[in-house]
């Protein structure tokens, strides 16, 4: 199996410069928030089963290693902040980050297929849940942390098929979808993603890459990312700052 390591670690650098990723990334970065607040079933203080990788998987198949793993830190803080459990530490925001960039090497510009997704689940397996996790929590709470370790890898290996399952399930929708080529429409793709409110309904700046007007302290901005589905048409949300 071949991986085009230029593609993933040298021209997925640009997604940075695409307008479309970042927002596609804040989006599925806020899901991942609400999944890990709503759908993190926990097991004992130091242990859960949680669905809200799938949010950053499809975040690292369509935007790519940097930005996944970007988006990444700001969701551990987020989720920390909403639904905090046990003291902050940095190594679990490494990881976050690692999770996003470990799915991208393995998915971005890729055609999803299950080795895929298991290669990319065995090595955040390996890596994350083996050996950092265990880790970051020796340091926090001690050599005690052993038998917490030994439910964490058999929780891991009974969850790996259905964490593939599920993962393969989402990148194959979503590239039935094509979510990454009808993000803010298909044939005539909007140019911006946001404009300015104020005594009339459009007003600059104009939230578009080409778009020079400084944003300034007292500004209202109304986002309006989208999706345009062709058997459903826009879907899509409309929130004021």
């Given at each position: 199996?071949?991986?085009?390591?230029k593609?993933?670690?040298?021209?997925?650098?640009?997604?940075?410069?695409?307008?479309?990723?970042?927002?596609?990334?804040?989006?599925?970065?806020?899901?991942?928030?609400?999944?890990?607040?709503?759908?993190?079933i926990?097991?004992?203080?130091?242990l859960?089963?949680?669905?809200?990788?799938?949010a950053?998987?499809?975040?690292?198949?369509?935007?790519?290693?940097?930005?996944?793993?970007?988006?990444?830190?700001?969701?551990?803080?987020?989720?920390?902040?909403?639904?905090?459990?046990?003291?902050?530490?940095f190594?679990?925001?490494?990881?976050?980050?690692?999770?996003?960039?470990i799915?991208?090497?393995?998915?971005?510009?890729?055609?999803?297929?299950?080795?895929?997704?298991?290669?990319?689940?065995?090595?955040?397996?390996?890596?994350?849940?083996?050996?950092?996790?265990?880790?970051?929590?020796?340091?926090?709470?001690?050599?005690?942390?052993?038998?917490?370790s030994?439910?964490?890898?058999i929780?891991?290996?009974?969850?790996?098929?259905?964490?593939?399952?599920?993962?393969?399930?989402?990148?194959?929708?979503?590239?039935?979808?094509?979510?990454a080529?009808?993000?803010?429409?298909?044939?005539?793709?909007?140019?911006?993603?946001?404009h300015?409110?104020?005594?009339?309904?459009?007003?600059?700046?104009?939230?578009?890459?080409?778009?020079?007007?400084?944003?300034?302290?007292?500004?209202?901005?109304?986002?309006?990312?989208?999706?345009?589905?062709?058997?459903?048409?826009?879907?899509?949300?409309?929130?004021?700052?």
């Open positions: 199996m071949q991986f085009p390591l593609t993933q670690l040298v021209g997925s650098l640009d997604e940075f410069r695409r307008p479309r990723s970042l927002v596609l990334a804040g989006l599925l970065s806020a899901a991942a928030v609400v999944m890990d607040r709503l759908l993190t926990p097991v004992s203080p130091v859960e089963i949680g669905f809200a990788f799938l950053t998987a499809l975040c690292a198949y369509l935007c790519g290693p940097w930005v996944a793993g970007t988006a990444g830190i700001a969701v551990d803080i987020l989720s920390y902040f909403l639904r905090p459990n046990g003291a902050f530490f190594g679990f925001t490494l990881n976050q980050f690692l999770l996003g960039f799915y991208g090497l393995w998915l971005y510009k890729r055609r999803p297929n299950p080795w895929l997704a298991l290669g990319a689940c065995l090595t955040v397996m390996v890596l994350i849940n083996f050996l950092l996790t265990p880790l970051w929590l020796n340091i926090m709470y001690g050599k005690a942390f052993v038998i917490f030994t439910a964490k890898i929780k891991n290996i009974l969850k790996l098929p259905i964490d593939v399952a599920l993962l393969y399930g989402a990148l194959r929708m979503a590239q039935r979808a094509g979510l080529d009808c993000f803010m429409g298909r044939s005539q793709q909007a140019k911006f993603f946001g300015g409110l104020g005594i009339e309904i459009n007003e600059l700046p104009v939230i578009a890459p080409r778009c020079d007007t400084p944003l300034e302290p007292g500004m209202v901005l109304a986002l309006e990312p989208k999706f345009v589905l062709d058997s459903i048409g826009p879907v899509g949300t409309e929130s004021t700052y």
